[in-house]
């Protein structure tokens, strides 16, 4: 079954302590992406990569890092997580639009919902 | 600065009405317009514009972009409550670079 997959669904952690969450597609596509979703604020992109090394800034990286050594992985971390990191995160993979009136399927995964205290 | 400003936040329907939500946009740079669904999990693909004028169209769903007055409009007919979801709308503004309105909830009553 194509999906997209993030690990952890949920996470309480505190100030400052790093953490990972993971991202896996098997669907063999080039790009790969990171949303966070908060009220109000509609879905904000924090990071995506177009194939493996090749990343880029979104609309909000900062007090993120990710990396992009496997097609299939795109691992969002954070290195100090502050309270104004509690949101919920999308991770999505799509083969890159065409443009020109095709499809732009970007597969979403399930979310992850963070809380930092 | 990029902006993609949905409108209105929220509605409430009657079944069988028809709701129309508003997206426009002032970017630097425009691919493409995208409308997402996104109920009580992630968000679902519905439509990619990027010529003026053209309408999709997907069951009782269509939508229509105006890249002159910088605008896109989603038309749902005949709503179901099973319409009921947060309706988000997104610039590409190049290759993979997405920004995203703030979305319209709606909500259609039995």
């Known amino acids: 079954e194509a999906q997209v997959t993030q690990n952890p669904r949920y996470l309480i952690t505190v100030t400052g302590k790093k953490l990972t969450v993971t991202c896996s597609q098997n669907?063999?596509?080039?790009?790969m992406s990171w949303y966070r979703q908060d009220p109000g604020l509609g879905l904000r992109q924090i990071y995506y990569?177009?194939?493996?090394?090749?990343?880029d800034k979104g609309d909000v990286p900062e007090g993120y890092k990710v990396s992009r050594k496997e097609k299939r992985n795109f691992p969002l971390i954070l290195e100090s997580p502050s309270p104004n990191q509690t949101s919920l995160y999308f991770c999505?993979?799509?083969?890159?639009?065409?443009?020109?009136?095709?499809?732009?399927?970007?597969?979403f995964g399930p979310g992850t919902r963070l809380t930092v205290l | 600065e990029d902006k993609v400003v949905q409108s209105p936040l929220s509605l409430v329907v009657h079944e069988g009405d028809t709701v129309t939500l508003n997206c426009s946009y002032e970017v630097t740079n425009f691919r493409s317009l995208l409308w997402y669904k996104q109920e009580k999990k992630a968000p679902t693909f519905l439509f990619m514009l990027?010529?003026?004028?053209i309408e999709k169209k997907s069951g009782r769903l269509s939508s229509i972009l105006d890249k002159k007055e910088l605008f896109s409009i989603l038309n749902i007919t005949a709503t179901q409550t099973g319409d009921s979801a947060i309706y988000l709308c997104?610039?590409?503004?190049?290759?993979?670079?997405?920004?995203f309105g703030a979305g319209t909830q709606v909500v259609v009553t039995p």
């Open positions: 999505a993979s799509k083969v890159p639009g065409t443009g020109g009136g095709g499809t732009d399927t970007q597969y």
């Open positions: 990027t010529s003026s004028g």
């Open positions: 997104a610039v590409e503004l190049r290759w993979g670079k997405l920004q």
């Open positions: 669907m063999n596509h080039e790009y």
């Open positions: 990569s177009m194939n493996v090394e090749v990343t």
